[in-house]
């Protein structure tokens, strides 16, 4: 035999079977280009020399390990499709005389000319759209643009090295399975006969239990600790949950259906109920994948994109004003020291140095305790954290009530233990609050007030109660102790406010204050009197948090493209291949007096179910799930349920565009399928 | 009176390629009466299963025309097709064509299905062919698990079930056992004898002689036709095997003059 023999006999088999290679190709050129761009900007130096950059690139590094991982997964499944129909062809080279040694070195050419393809074309698609990519991330970092291409060599080395093993990978696979396989075996691996599925009733049930179950725990938490905790044990239940459902739940319903003799034998259901029994024992564990592909596709995209659009909101709740000062102390009489009268000076100098005026000025103290509540007591002495009712754990404020008729320009009077009531996170219902054993407070009414950089930081909720006599409440709790008889009551003073200036100039100011503040400080006006004092800036942390929240926006969105891809791959390869099995069943269909409309009638009531129902799930899962990521991203500052709802929305509609494009496409290439066989028959 | 009348039926097969012609029926004509039971023998390449094909009205005929009870099947619309040979014609096929998707029951409910009829009515046609074909206790069983001769039984009713004015049979014995061949022939025979009209494409002599007319096809044309008469099986077969041999012999004589 002439060596040039396995090119060719390699090159041949890819294009006669193009429906199957291309795609395949494609992807594997999609998941060079996607790699190579995220290693390319997280690697890259102008990247990183943009304010914030340093943070985008640790969330890329992080998505490129993904990326990674998962094209070597993808690749594999999406190969195992094409071993299937090329198995046919290489056990008649068997026949024909070609030993299992031959046919390794066509499976080896062929290897060798997609993986050339794909790396080849990829790479310098991706050199190219890295650019463009790079212009993305500089927008979002909000930086000036660079106008030339470069090309990240290193870049390009670990792509080429990283692929060529996945590669290597599928090759030995395929031989693996070669070797096993005896050529009869191979010539018939495709039609083998199959037992009609029985419906497995313990299965759909603990399925539609585990859903329920975690449908309910989503609907139900209130918590957001216990959303934190549980949030993956729900998500481990809806995935078996997915499963179990696509793969018994379905044949259950389709039986059922069968069942009912009225319903079964009409026309439009026959053939579509008794065929569907079996394509849902074949795509069922597919089709579960799909829809949780699905799912996650658009929980990271929605929370992402809702994270990156809320950025602004996201971090004023962490940073209310633009300069936050937060001075502790533990004797109430600080409050009025000449240390406070002096700071005060400190901060009307500065600004009054720079022209400027404190807007939205807020300047409050507060006591500050952390407890467990029970029946409406909040035990300092309980362990908590370290207990089993963390889900009770609150973080508890006293606030002057003159202080906050001053920040909300309101005018409330109190009497005796009225109080007024703010929580974040959660609500809190109850008339009456007591903190240890002290006695009781009476809630007067709920009212609303303004955000706070350390509640926002933390994941237990907060509860505010606004005190009339401030001075006496303080001296009352200052014995609290926690569960190791540590004193668990101390006081803050919060001075706040906002400017009207570019970020660069309260950088300077916030730069300015604290220089003096620290000078202030070491001059030894009464050393003790705060023991520790601490200032912010949103101009200053602006960039980080756009960066990091930029980053994982770009991240989310590179991701669902790549699962989309991932998606809408599985579903055109298990359409193909539908198409081959189900050929010779349509002509058996026509031969007995359907219709080809009938036929496309039923074929089509199939392909959309089978093609639109993990959409439906994935709709499902999202709408039950979304509580709980509106109390996940509370966590990250984003108290905005309508802009999450409105995203989720947006990203779901257009998600379902894209779904319903690659329906299009792969319902065409199996009605060609089907169809294909026509001509053959009469022939 | 007549349930099947081909004239002058004629078929040319025109190569996607190139243009090259086969004349594949050159001018056959016949008519079945009601009731009848005939065979249509021939060699590979002679022409019949061009001929089932347009009888089956899966094909046009190029000139000439077929008439399935006075209707010309030629001039049905392409939609109507389907529907009128659901409802005027049996098919019984080499491969029996079930689906293996269904149990033998729901496979020979399927054309009654497609009519829109109701589950007792079919339930109340099929109980007494199950009986007579011997498959009442298979019903619910499903093609892999049947032999044969079982599938082919099942085919058959599938066939009778929607009481066909002709049924057309295309090598039913071909992929059956002798024990099994012998079965469905008796029961091809039974079914002729309440009424049945048949025409079955065969290659097997045996097949033939159980049919009450047998009908030799070669080079497009109808050659030579043997009417059973008053003869047992066994004479049918006899004479039907001369004729094949006659033909043989033309062929090689053709051949070497």
Not at chain 1, 635 to 648: P, Q, R, S, Y
Request: glycine share 8%; net charge neutral; proline share 2%.
């Amino acid at each position: 035999m002439k060596h040039t023999i396995y090119p060719r006999l390699a090159w041949t088999g890819i294009r006669k079977n193009g429906r199957l290679y291309l795609p395949y190709i494609l992807t594997c050129i999609g998941m060079v280009v996607m790699f190579y761009i995220v290693s390319f900007l997280s690697a890259s130096d102008y990247i990183g020399s943009c304010k914030g950059g340093d943070q985008m690139q640790l969330v890329l590094q992080f998505g490129c390990g993904v990326i990674g991982f998962f094209s070597a997964l993808f690749l594999f499944y999406t190969n195992s499709f094409l071993m299937r129909r090329r198995k046919k062809e290489f056990g008649l080279y068997n026949i024909l005389g070609m030993g299992k040694w031959n046919i390794a070195r066509v499976l080896l050419w062929e290897t060798a000319m997609i993986a050339g393809i794909s790396l080849l074309s990829g790479l310098a698609l991706g050199v190219l759209l890295s650019k463009v990519a790079e212009l993305c991330m500089v927008n979002i970092l909000q930086a000036d643009a660079m106008f030339f291409i470069s090309v990240d060599a290193a870049g390009i080395l670990h792509t080429a090295v990283l692929f060529s093993i996945i590669f290597l990978l599928i090759l030995a696979n395929a031989l693996r399975q070669l070797h096993f396989a005896n050529p009869i075996e191979l010539l018939h691996s495709e039609n083998t006969g199959e037992r009609p599925p029985k419906a497995n009733w313990l299965f759909a049930v603990v399925g539609v239990a585990l859903l329920g179950g975690a449908y309910y725990l989503a609907v139900t938490l209130e918590n957001p600790i216990e959303v934190m905790m549980l949030f993956f044990v729900a998500v481990i239940m809806v995935i078996a949950a997915t499963y179990l459902l696509f793969m018994a739940g379905s044949v259950a319903i389709c039986k059922v259906l069968q069942r009912n003799k009225k319903y079964y034998y009409r026309t439009n259901h026959f053939v579509s109920v008794s065929s569907m029994v079996y394509r849902m024992k074949r795509n069922g564990a597919g089709l579960a994948s799909i829809c949780i592909l699905c799912t996650m596709v658009l929980v990271m995209v929605s929370s992402t994109v809702c994270l990156y659009v809320g950025k602004e909101e996201g971090m004023r709740t962490r940073y209310p004003r633009d300069i936050n000062f937060y001075a502790r102390a533990d004797q109430f009489s600080a409050f009025s020291s000449v240390k406070a009268k002096g700071l005060r000076e400190i901060f009307s100098q500065v600004l009054k140095e720079r022209g400027q005026t404190k807007k939205n000025f807020m300047d409050y103290r507060r006591g500050e305790t952390s407890a467990v509540e029970k029946d409406g007591i909040f035990w300092t002495e309980d362990p908590g954290v370290y207990g089993s009712d963390i889900g009770k754990l609150w973080q508890v404020y006293l606030v002057p009530l003159e202080d906050y008729n001053s920040i909300m320009g309101e005018n409330e009077e109190l009497s005796g233990r009225e109080v007024l009531l703010y929580t974040t996170k959660r609500n809190y219902e109850k008339e009456e609050i007591s903190i240890s054993n002290h006695a009781p407070f009476t809630v007067k009414k709920t009212v609303d007030f303004v955000d706070d950089g350390e509640s926002a930081m933390i994941v237990v909720p907060s509860i505010f109660l606004f005190v009339a006599d401030f001075d006496a409440v303080a001296e009352e709790f200052s014995g609290l102790v926690n569960y190791a008889g540590n004193r668990a009551f101390s006081l803050k003073w919060v001075y706040a406010f906002d400017l009207s200036l570019e970020d660069e100039g309260q950088v300077e100011i916030m730069d300015e204050i604290w220089a003096r503040v620290k000078q202030y400080n070491e001059s030894d006006v009464e050393a003790s009197v705060f023991n520790s004092m601490q200032i912010e800036g949103a101009a200053k942390e602006r960039s980080g948090f756009y960066a990091l929240y930029g980053g994982l926006f770009f991240l989310g969105i590179l991701l669902g493209i790549v699962f989309v891809f991932a998606a809408v791959l599985i579903m055109y390869y298990k359409q193909v291949s539908e198409g081959y099995e189900d050929q010779s069943r349509f002509e058996i269909m026509q031969k007995v007096g359907m219709t080809k409309h009938e036929i496309k009638k039923s074929v089509n009531s199939q392909v959309i179910t089978v093609f639109f129902l993990p959409l439906l799930a994935a709709g499902t899962h999202l709408a039950f799930a979304f509580p709980m990521i509106k109390k996940c991203l509370v966590l990250f500052g984003l108290l905005n349920g309508k802009l999450l709802a409105v995203v989720t929305l947006i990203c779901f509609c257009i998600f379902a565009l894209l779904y319903v494009a690659a329906y299009r496409i792969t319902s065409h290439s199996y009605y060609a399928i089907v169809s294909g066989m026509e001509g053959k028959a009469r022939g | 009176m007549s349930i099947l009348e081909a004239q002058n039926v004629k078929k040319i097969y025109t190569a996607r390629f190139g243009g090259n012609k086969v004349e594949a029926l050159k001018n056959v004509s016949f008519t079945v009466e009601e009731g009848e039971y005939v065979a249509v023998m021939g060699e590979s390449g002679s022409g019949k299963t061009t001929l089932l094909n347009i009888l089956a009205a899966l094909d046009k005929p190029t000139a000439g025309r077929v008439l399935l009870d006075g209707q010309d099947i030629g001039a049905i619309k392409e939609s109507a097709v389907a529907a009128f040979r659901r409802n005027n014609l049996g098919f019984v096929f080499q491969d029996f064509n079930l689906l293996d998707t269904f149990s033998l029951e729901d496979n020979i409910y399927l054309p009654l299905v497609l009519m829109g009829r109701r589950y007792d009515e079919m339930h109340n046609r099929l109980m007494p062919i199950a009986d007579r074909l011997g498959i009442s206790d298979l019903l619910k069983k499903y093609p892999y698990e049947v032999s044969g001769g079982q599938k082919q039984r099942a085919a058959v009713a599938r066939t009778l079930i929607t009481r066909p004015k002709l049924v057309l049979a295309d090598e039913p014995t071909g992929a059956l056992d002798s024990k099994s061949t012998d079965e469905l022939l008796d029961i091809f025979g039974d079914v002729n004898r309440m009424g049945q009209t048949i025409v079955m494409v065969t290659h097997s002599v045996k097949a033939a002689s159980r049919a009450g007319r047998v009908m030799f096809i070669r080079d497009g044309e109808v050659f030579h036709q043997i009417y059973r008469g008053n003869s047992t099986n066994e004479e049918l077969y006899q004479k039907i095997s001369d004729t094949l041999t006659l033909l043989a012999n033309r062929k090689t004589s053709a051949a070497i003059g």
